[in-house]
């Protein structure tokens, strides 16, 4: 168990700048998740973390020594890439006894722990198989147990579970949640997918263009993010974003509903909305349409819950909408930041 | 009727498929069943012009054999070969391989210039590089000396292996030797434990072809070496085996059929990771 942290950590790509001072710090033991678009320089970031890129400025801290300048395998790190990077030479038990012949375990040792690690994944019987025999969801549980075997500091994880179906990766994403719990290494992981980062991280560091825009819980980035690129980045619709003079105002889809099913319950903020378009998706009911002409007819969404199915809603027609003023976000119009409330 | 339909067409593909392979069968392995043929018959039988040139006429005879094993030095031109052979093979293994990997690892955006860059300088042809290549061997005083061919024959070997072993470089997932160095070794631990066991099939096209540069190369042979008993197989054999006009065909054959034997035998073993060795070069590199 150890703490990570980076202090003003930059990556140039020739002209490229693919970290932008990074200063981040894990506690011990989190389950701390990386997330961004594609290019955002979460992997350059994870890659630094492990020793397998040079920052161009900056520092790394591993359980509070400098490790900059170290190689990744004096850094006590484990990493789990997105190939999985299985040896495919090797049978599965030597690829997990690979760290611990680097160290020159004792033969009896490694076979203990190959076996623990092995058991801890429940992939005994793959031992004696090569990683070409082996299914996606086997070869991700054998790349963790490589990582685990050698029981490192920090666990580095980069999208592991992009390469799996959606339904293994659910049952996936749950037991890698588990395990993190259950040995309590500190875990920096990777993803673009907000329902991984979401559902298993302790906090996360929400990246784009090598920057790290807001670091939290899932809760906090996603109710109360702190620009509009949060905002926008999260959540499925994402946070409906209107530009106004004076600010940019947010709300998410799921906090807009039809006044009357509001009720008279406490502060409102109310919008016309000309609905252009409605999907049921069956959990729920995603409605499309323009503001009023003071929003400047801007395009907003809603989402609808089932428990409202009872509410009608048709295609062209016009519906007094409403979002509790608490759930109203605020931004500044030129930085995008979030900025003091003002009356609507 | 649409299965017996299905089942003439089967037939016919399946006709057209190994008539097609037999015909290519035929044409690459005629000189083989020419050298074979011609190494055990007469020379009456030969150069009878009535006779079929196929088959024996006559009965076959081993006299071409005993010839160049009792009249020649074959033998020792065969130790030659072998001895410049492997020696030379040794040589660009050691140096081609930390080449082309640093080429394709480490080389940055210039790694791939160099690498065609180096490959090219394979492209000239030793008819040109043998007359500057002499004066270099004349001042490490290595004329006449079987030393001197396993100075100078790196020099197309090893371009060659380069470029080859680039591709296969190419196509190993940095993320193999990336896990291997954060499982605990450096960069060379990385290479040795997992680049070099993984390229298999690479370094063993590389064996396979430098070998058989060198024992099909004539031209530094000849001008490098005078003695008899320093030549390799491919120089001795023309030399000893054609006088003025006249040429020993059977023993000309036997000494060709002999020398390529053991790279026949080698390929064949080898020859679908030999197989995979090549594409793989030849689409990735």
Known sequence: ?344 | MVEEKKGVKWIFLKFAHFGTLAIFAFFASLPFLWMLITTFKQDADLYNRANNPFIFNMAPTLSHIEYLFTETQFVQWLINTAFVGVLVVAITLVLAIPAGYSLVRLGGRWGEAIGIGIFLTYLIAPTILFIPMSRVVATVGLQDSLWSLVLVFPSFTIPFAIWLLMGFFKAIPPDLEEAAMIDGYSRFGAFIRMVLPISTSGILTVVIFSFTLVVQEYIYTLTFVTAASKYTVSVGVPTFLVHGDVYNWGGLMAGCLIASLPIAIVYNFFVDRFIGGLTMGAVKG
């Not at chain 1, 070409?132 to 029981?151: C, I, P, Y």
């Not at chain 1, 559902?199 to 784009?208: K, T, Y």
């Not at chain 1, 909408?321 to 930085?335: G, M």
């Open chain 1, 1 to 344: 168990m150890a703490k990570v942290e980076t202090q003003g950590l930059e990556k140039y790509f020739g002209e490229v700048k693919a970290v932008d001072g990074v200063d981040i710090a894990s506690r011990e033991g989190e389950f701390l998740v990386l997330l961004g678009p594609s290019g955002c320089g979460k992997t350059t970031l994870l890659r630094m973390i492990a020793g397998l890129e040079k920052p161009s400025a900056g520092d790394i801290l591993i359980g509070g020594e400098a490790v900059t300048h170290l190689p990744p395998r004096a850094r006590g790190v484990a990493m789990v890439f997105q190939s999985y990077a299985l040896y495919p030479h090797m049978t599965i038990y030597k690829n997990i006894a690979f760290p611990l012949k680097a160290v020159s375990m004792p033969k009896d040792d490694i076979d203990r722990k190959v076996r623990w690690a092995a058991s801890m994944f429940g992939i005994e019987r793959l031992l004696r198989r090569k990683p070409r025999e082996l299914s996606g969801g086997e070869r991700q549980r054998v790349a963790l147990a490589r990582a685990l075997v050698r029981e490192p500091n920090v666990f580095l994880l980069d999208e592991p579970l992009s390469n799996l179906d959606a339904k293994l990766r659910t049952s996936a994403r749950e037991e890698l949640h588990r395990f993190q719990k259950d040995v309590e290494i500190t875990t920096i992981y990777v993803t673009h997918d907000q329902i991984e980062a979401m559902g298993m991280g302790d906090r996360i560091a929400v990246m784009n263009q090598g920057k790290v825009h807001q670091l939290g819980s899932p809760k906090e980035v996603y109710s109360d993010p702190s620009d509009t690129f949060v905002a926008g980045f999260l959540g499925s619709p994402p946070m409906n974003l209107i530009k106004t003079e004076d600010r940019i105002i947010g709300f998410r889809p799921e906090c807009f509903l039809p006044r009357e099913l509001l009720g008279g319950s406490g502060d409102l903020e109310s919008f016309t909305v000309e609905v252009s378009r409605v999907e049921d998706l069956g959990s729920d009911r995603l409605v499309y349409g323009r503001l009023e002409k003071r929003f400047g007819h801007h395009q907003v969404v809603a989402n609808l819950p089932t428990s409202f199915t009872h509410y009608s809603i048709e295609t062209g027609g016009t519906y007094d909408f409403a979002v509790p003023r608490k759930d109203v976000k605020f931004f500044d119009v030129e930085s995008g930041l979030r900025a003091e409330p003002i009356p609507l």
